[in-house]
């Protein structure tokens, strides 16, 4: 009996398997709810600054992500992957990025979020085959959807102040909104100084979308997944630095509206809009972005081209969503195109 016992014991730590041989205690779980945990500052800040409206469709957005995940999921003979934490961080996700509006300026269109979920969840995940085989970003493809879907209703912003004393029908444009359609001389005029615009850029007090008008907020939460080394500079940086350079020599106009190279304000445009929170948050998913460092780096830098063409030039003020969403068509071949090769190996001839 105890040699038979031996004999299993054995058997049971002499596993053979394909290299790497990897041991880590890092889980796909551990890393969800670590990235979930690192958006809290940047989700009360919004709650703070959009009242309890942002926590009704931020709230809307989790609970129906994970209910899709368990009935169609089930439905469609998937694994249970509720308590991953990945269903509860893409409708988080997914949340942060909406207007607090949804549930106060159009109080019949809270279906949008859940309809935002469905797509997200069913759509883009589970129909790809789900966790880690999907294309594209779940909660970018989900607002991207409710975007064309509700145009007007995706880019009605509130006031932070209104939310904060109950004015809900007051709204406002976002700074980006503003600087795209009047220039930087009404910024001016509403914030005073560029000091206080980067203030209130910094701490969250301007309109925008839930969970993206907090720059410190986020860049708290980016520094921490960068220490617990969940995620790599590589992407986040070149993808905020491209943008910075790019805004800096071609975002700038003179008196007459003309382009006047080096004369952009590249702290603005890193402060406004979704950029933060797309480049540490969403840019880095492990299912949807390459993962070699180099193809990283690259992948960075075209989000970053993208995003300042899209501001400068295109018909939104708004450019972070687009960039991920087609950058992610060509993370494969990015990995494709950098992957080193094996020591000694030649192609074959003709």
């Given at each position: ?38 958006l809290l500052p940047a989700l009360v ?267 400068l030039i295109g018909g939104f003020p ?33």
């Amino acid at each position: 009996m105890a040699a038979a016992t031996d004999k299993g014991s054995r058997e049971r730590l002499l596993v053979v398997s394909v290299s790497p041989h990897i041991r880590s205690d890092v889980s796909v779980a551990k890393i969800m709810w670590t990235v979930n945990i690192s958006l809290l500052p940047a989700l009360v800040m919004g709650f703070y600054f959009f009242g309890p409206k942002a926590i009704g469709v931020v709230a809307l957005c989790i609970v129906s992500s994970v209910f899709f995940e368990k009935i169609v999921g089930k439905a469609m003979g998937k694994p249970g992957t509720i308590a991953d934490g990945s269903a509860f961080l893409t409708g988080l996700l997914l949340g942060m990025n909406l207007p607090a509006s949804l549930w106060s300026v159009h109080p019949f269109l809270l279906h949008v979020p859940i309809l935002g979920s469905l797509f997200a969840i069913v759509i883009t995940k589970l129909l790809f085959g789900g966790l880690g085989y999907n294309i594209f970003n779940p909660a970018l493809m989900g607002r991207a959807f409710l975007l064309v879907s509700w145009p007007r209703a995706m880019t009605t912003w509130l006031a932070p102040t209104a939310a904060l004393v109950g004015l809900d029908a007051k709204t406002t444009a976002t700074p980006l909104g503003v600087l795209k359609e009047e220039g930087m001389g009404k910024l001016m005029e509403v914030f005073g100084t560029k000091g206080s615009l980067y203030m209130h850029l910094l701490i969250g007090e301007r309109a925008g979308s839930i969970g993206e008008v907090s720059a410190l907020a986020l860049l708290i939460g980016g520094l921490y997944l960068l220490y617990k080394k969940y995620i790599t500079w590589h992407v986040p940086i070149t993808f905020l630095a491209t943008v910075g350079i790019l805004t800096w020599i071609f975002g700038g106009k003179n008196a007459a509206g003309q382009l006047a190279l080096f004369a952009g304000d590249p702290v603005l445009h890193i402060l406004s809009g979704g950029l933060i929170l797309g480049a540490f948050f969403m840019a880095t998913d492990y299912v949807t972005g390459p993962q070699i460092r180099a193809a990283q780096v690259l992948f960075g830098i075209g989000c970053g081209l993208l995003t300042t063409i899209i501001r400068l030039i295109g018909g939104f003020p708004e450019g972070v969503m687009f960039s991920i969403l087609l950058m992610n068509c060509f993370a494969p071949l990015m990995d494709r195109m950098v992957k080193s090769k094996p020591f000694g190996f030649k192609e074959a001839r003709a």
